[in-house]
């Protein structure tokens, strides 16, 4: 593992089943429609239990292709793992944690390398408030 590996991680609870969480987080297609700086999203190609995903990405006035391939398990984790796009390296995973009929525990994690110096530093400097933007979007999104 690289040494230039940085890392995100938050937990967070939403007041929905964790069926309607499951559902909001896997619903790729969707995002172009919530997710900050998601211009795109569409599935390349999908199994029973795997999503190759395409998101188009604008950041810093530049706008790049990622590409995923998100395996999951209904209910209990999306696993993302880098293709292709701006990164060196990048893993991500949902993990579902049913406290009750209504309510869901989330556990979003990171962790990533970036190739390009100026590209790494614009991003470093904004990955905590870049992540929480997007965190906060899933949130509203899936309590609606």
């Known amino acids: 593992v690289s040494s230039d590996l940085k890392k995100y991680s938050r937990t967070f609870s939403v007041n929905k089943s964790i069926d309607e969480v499951f559902d909001v987080l896997n619903n790729v297609e969707d995002y172009q429609s ?8 569409k599935i390349i190609d999908q199994t ?6 395409s ?3 604008s950041f810093l006035n530049t706008s790049s292709e990622f590409i995923s391939e998100n395996t999951f398990k209904e209910n209990e984790f999306i696993d993302m793992k880098f293709v292709k796009g701006p ?11 049913d406290i ?5 525990d989330l556990t979003f994690q990171m962790s ?3 190739g390009n110096p100026f590209t790494e530093l614009m991003f470093s400097k904004n990955i905590d ?5 997007i965190v906060e979007a899933f949130k509203r999104k899936i309590e609606g």
């Open 55 to 57: 998101l188009q990405l």
């Open 129 to 133: 408030i870049v992540s929480q933007r």
């Open 34 to 41: 919530f997710i900050p700086f998601c211009s795109e999203s």
């Open 112 to 114: 990533y390398s970036i």
């Open 100 to 104: 009750n009929e209504n309510k869901t």
């Open 87 to 97: 990164f060196r390296s990048f893993h991500a995973k949902w993990l579902f944690d």
């Open 48 to 53: 029973e239990s795997t999503i190759r995903a």
